[in-house]
């Protein structure tokens, strides 16, 4: 501190810190996690001063827009006070009217927005109709940490592929099952309650016919008490090149859609309805099949396994994400499964490289996440660019 100087006093309209209101914007937004895609997240605070007058976000889809959540909690307050919201607010009618309709005939006259909505329908027609109206428009604040938050709506719009997390529970000596085939269990209660919250965030969850063969698990968040939403469970998939897969009754008779995805056939990518109630997916390759996604609205698809898939995605360079959970356990044996088989690298200066890396512990466990960097690596570091969409 400079010896005689005092902070201003900051008083009234003057004084709100705009990442400080955008962090809260995307505290918000966050809640509607797992309940409103293919929409994005968004969360929006409106204030006056160092006031905050309501806050608002998406809870689910079909419902109100986190803009016009907030405004109706302001109401009248509303008139010429500022909000923060972590995307651009739409111009086009979907399920709800308009929110920058809704913006002005509120009164709002400045909004502070983290950045441009990728979706054609609105890309920078939002703020063009906010500023035609006379209102403010500020936009890039904390762009990094929106664009980030919805990684997978950008995903879908950016690249036409939705985004791809790879959540795999390994031994240190990264196996995924014995010899055998043995998987049950590597990871803790805990890391299965995590595994479980992934799953419920995701609009799908995808695993490879080999899985389904050994384990036939239901890939469903049974463990997440608010999956249980009228929305439903979130998507399955098997991925197969030979066919030879049988569903089982517990896997399409329960709470949302099955696909069978059959890659490397001749023929293009096509659905069938079957009678037993999957859907069959007749696709060239992975990245068809992804497209494909894509269309169908499903903006982030969890890979639940196994070695052979994991394999095959990250040679297509399909991988965006990943939660590596390991245990402190050492299965051991050449012919154990590994977590990621497929072609891989000739040369370690290939390897797929992942940083905005963090660490964290699941009671014994400890969960390994990082996003995909782009590019090759950097000399003397394992860092590439960042792999954001
Ligand atoms: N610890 C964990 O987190 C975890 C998670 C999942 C599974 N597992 C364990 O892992 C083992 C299974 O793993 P896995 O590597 O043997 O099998 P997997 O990856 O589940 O399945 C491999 C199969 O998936 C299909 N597939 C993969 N890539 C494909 C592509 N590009 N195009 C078309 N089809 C493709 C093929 O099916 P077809 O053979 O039908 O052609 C392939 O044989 C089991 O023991 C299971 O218990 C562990």
């Given at each position: 501190?400079?010896?005689?100087?005092?902070?201003?006093k900051?008083?009234?309209?003057?004084?709100?810190?705009?990442?400080?209101?955008?962090?809260?914007?995307?505290?918000?937004?966050?809640?509607?996690?797992?309940?409103?895609?293919?929409?994005?997240?968004?969360?929006?605070?409106i204030?006056?001063?160092?006031?905050?007058?309501?806050?608002?976000?998406?809870?689910?889809?079909?419902?109100?827009?986190?803009?016009?959540?907030?405004l109706?909690?302001?109401?009248?307050?509303a008139?010429?006070?500022?909000?923060?919201?972590?995307?651009?607010?739409?111009?086009?009618?979907?399920?709800?009217?308009?929110?920058?309709?809704s913006?002005?005939?509120?009164?709002?006259?400045?909004?502070?927005?983290?950045?441009?909505?990728p979706?054609?329908?609105?890309?920078?027609?939002?703020?063009?109709?906010?500023?035609?109206?006379?209102?403010?428009?500020?936009?890039?604040?904390?762009?990094?940490?929106?664009?980030?938050?919805?990684?997978?709506?950008?995903?879908?719009?950016?690249?036409?592929?939705?985004?791809?997390?790879?959540?795999?529970?390994?031994?240190?000596d990264?196996?995924?099952?014995?010899?055998?085939?043995?998987?049950?269990?590597?990871?803790?209660?805990?890391?299965?309650?995590?595994?479980?919250?992934?799953?419920?965030?995701?609009?799908?969850?995808?695993?490879?016919?080999?899985?389904?063969?050994?384990?036939?698990?239901?890939?469903?968040?049974?463990?997440?008490?608010?999956?249980?939403?009228?929305?439903?469970?979130?998507?399955?998939?098997?991925?197969?090149?030979?066919?030879?897969?049988?569903?089982?009754?517990?896997?399409?008779?329960?709470?949302?859609?099955?696909?069978?995805?059959?890659?490397?056939?001749?023929?293009?990518?096509?659905?069938?309805?079957?009678?037993s109630?999957?859907?069959?997916?007749?696709?060239?390759?992975?990245n068809?099949?992804?497209?494909?996604?894509?269309?169908?609205?499903?903006?982030?698809?969890?890979?639940?396994?196994?070695?052979?898939?994991?394999?095959?995605?990250?040679?297509?360079?399909?991988?965006?994400e990943?939660?590596?959970?390991?245990?402190?356990?050492?299965?051991?044996?050449?012919?154990?499964?590994?977590?990621?088989?497929?072609?891989?690298?000739?040369?370690?200066?290939?390897?797929?490289?992942?940083?905005?890396?963090?660490?964290?512990?699941?009671?014994?466990?400890?969960?390994?996440?990082?996003?995909?960097?782009?590019?090759?690596?950097?000399?003397?570091t394992?860092?590439?660019?960042?792999?954001?969409?």
């Open positions: 501190m400079i010896e005689g100087w005092q902070a201003p900051v008083t009234g309209a003057f004084f709100m810190d705009k990442e400080k209101i955008m962090e809260r914007a995307l505290a918000l937004a966050r809640r509607g996690a797992g309940r409103v895609s293919p929409n994005p997240m968004v969360g929006a605070v204030f006056k001063g160092a006031t905050i007058i309501s806050e608002g976000y998406h809870h689910y889809f079909g419902g109100d827009h986190a803009e016009l959540d907030a109706k909690k302001a109401g009248k307050r008139e010429g006070a500022s909000m923060a919201v972590n995307l651009e607010p739409c111009s086009h009618s979907g399920k709800t009217p308009p929110c920058v309709e913006i002005v005939r509120y009164g709002i006259k400045e909004v502070l927005a983290g950045g441009r909505d979706n054609p329908l609105v890309a920078g027609k939002g703020f063009a109709y906010l500023r035609r109206h006379g209102v403010r428009v500020q936009s890039g604040i904390m762009k990094e940490a929106c664009a980030f938050l919805n990684r997978a709506f950008i995903s879908v719009h950016s690249r036409k592929r939705p985004w791809v997390v790879l959540k795999e529970g390994l031994s240190l990264g196996r995924i099952a014995s010899y055998t085939g043995n998987s049950k269990w590597i990871t803790n209660p805990k890391a299965r309650l995590f595994a479980h919250r992934l799953r419920y965030e995701s609009d799908m969850v995808m695993a490879g016919a080999g899985t389904f063969r050994k384990d036939r698990p239901s890939l469903l968040p049974y463990l997440i008490k608010a999956a249980r939403h009228p929305l439903g469970y979130p998507a399955r998939c098997v991925v197969s090149k030979s066919g030879l897969f049988k569903t089982c009754g517990k896997l399409v008779d329960s709470e949302s859609p099955f696909f069978i995805a059959h890659i490397a056939v001749k023929r293009p990518a096509s659905a069938e309805n079957s009678k109630g999957h859907e069959r997916i007749y696709s060239k390759n992975l068809n099949l992804l497209e494909f996604f894509a269309e169908k609205g499903y903006n982030q698809i969890l890979i639940e396994g196994g070695g052979g898939l994991a394999g095959s995605l990250f040679d297509a360079g399909l991988v965006d990943i939660y590596f959970i390991y245990a402190p356990i050492v299965i051991g044996g050449k012919n154990a499964v590994a977590a990621v088989a497929g072609r891989g690298q000739e040369l370690v200066k290939n390897a797929v490289v992942f940083s905005e890396n963090r660490i964290f512990a699941l009671d014994d466990n400890f969960v390994f996440h990082g996003i995909r960097t782009t590019g090759k690596r950097k000399k003397g394992s860092l590439g660019k960042r792999g954001r969409p």
